[in-house]
């Protein structure tokens, strides 16, 4: 008869624990993929029937549920106990700085039973050393024996917490609507047409002139009314950050052929940013482009991006007429969102100011 040591015996139940556990997951990740078919077709003698089966969709209810409620936490003991680290601690330590570790990060702590982790994605910017402290209490890890988890944690919850605080900014701006009695909205408004035109003076604030740079009427006030200061901020902030480059793309936009309105096409792109913000879609940027929180010069940056790489995308596009503008303007869109899909993106216009 041969007994088994100790530790032998206990390596071969973890290995086993670790089979299990990997197999659970499999099983999950082929449930899943099963039930995103919303139909099912059976084929019986007499006829073909398509049907919705109750009770299959039931059972892959039920197993969803067993393996977010229980089994998801049973792996995370599982690795806890047989790594010494907790899932915060495995990311951090496991993942580079950026969207592979803040996403997971985030997920994380969203779907924690602990209210303290489930909190601290909410977190004020200024409580986020506070809220890191709390979180290594929590989970039981100090600083001797992980001694870089804490700033990596406090990276990713700045991130996190930043990108909503951003969005708040951003939708405070949005919500901004311009106002012709306020001086700092006219001087911008201004600002903008001798950056763009700085050899052509304005006739009168009421002048068909807007029109040279894509607004639709006498008083480009009205074409502000969805993004409101945002949109006017975004079109001055590329036109006094990359100078040459914006009056480039101004005379792309007159070409008697493939010519669109600069000042409409600039709000329509401020808007796609913005609903790309407000979906959670651009976190994946920001979390790899900004190490900390990200402000509203971040936001006004992509802007720059966005509009750079629209206006070569319709030119090489060479679209018929500006009246194919939403279907190329939703091609955009779409393809914007594909780069937004790979984990390391990273929209940045690479050109020197002033360019």
């Known amino acids: 008869m041969v007994c088994l040591g100790t530790s032998t015996g206990s390596h071969i139940v973890i290995l086993a624990g670790f089979t299990l556990l990997r197999l659970l997951l499999l099983a999950n990740s082929r449930i899943k993929n099963h039930f995103r078919l919303k139909q099912q077709t059976r084929i019986y003698p007499a006829r073909r029937l398509r049907t919705y089966p109750g009770d299959v969709k039931m059972f892959g209810y039920i197993w969803q549920h067993l393996f977010t ?54 977190v004020q910017e200024e409580h986020v050393e506070e809220c890191a402290i709390a ?74 002139q807007w029109g040279d740079i894509g607004f639709q009427g006498d008083d480009p006030k009205t074409d502000f009314r969805g993004m409101g200061m945002l949109g006017l901020t975004n079109l001055v902030f590329f036109s006094e950050k990359y100078t040459d480059v914006a009056r480039q793309v101004l005379s792309h936009s007159v070409h008697p052929k493939l010519g669109y309105s600069y000042a409409i096409v600039g ?25 900390q929180s990200p402000k509203l010069e971040h936001f006004h940056q992509l802007y720059c991006y966005f509009a750079y790489e629209f206006d070569k995308f319709w030119i090489e596009a060479k679209p018929e007429s500006i009246m194919e503008f939403n279907r190329y303007r939703e091609m955009f869109h779409e393809k914007m969102k594909g780069l937004l899909e790979d984990p390391d993106v990273s929209l940045c216009l690479t050109l020197d100011s002033k360019q």
């Open 135 to 208: 979180i290594m209490k929590e989970k039981k890890v100090t600083s001797q024996k992980d001694p870089v988890f804490k700033m990596s944690l406090q990276v990713c919850l700045s991130q996190i917490c930043g990108y909503k605080g951003l969005y708040a900014c951003v939708e405070d701006m949005r919500k901004q609507p311009f106002d012709c009695e306020n001086n700092d909205h006219e001087n911008r408004l201004l600002r903008l047409w001798d950056l763009l035109m700085p050899s052509v003076k304005l006739d009168s604030r009421l002048t068909k």
């Open 267 to 291: 709000i329509n792109l401020t808007e796609m940013a913005y609903s790309l913000l407000r979906s959670g879609a651009l976190k994946p940027h920001f979390y790899n482009t900004v190490s």
């Open 69 to 122: 409620s229980f089994l998801r936490f049973l792996f995370k003991w599982f690795l806890r106990h047989f790594t010494g680290k907790c899932e915060l601690q495995r990311i951090c330590s496991g993942y580079k700085q950026g969207a592979a570790r803040t996403s997971r990060a985030e997920h994380s702590l969203e779907s924690s039973k602990s209210k303290v982790l489930r909190a601290a994605v909410s």
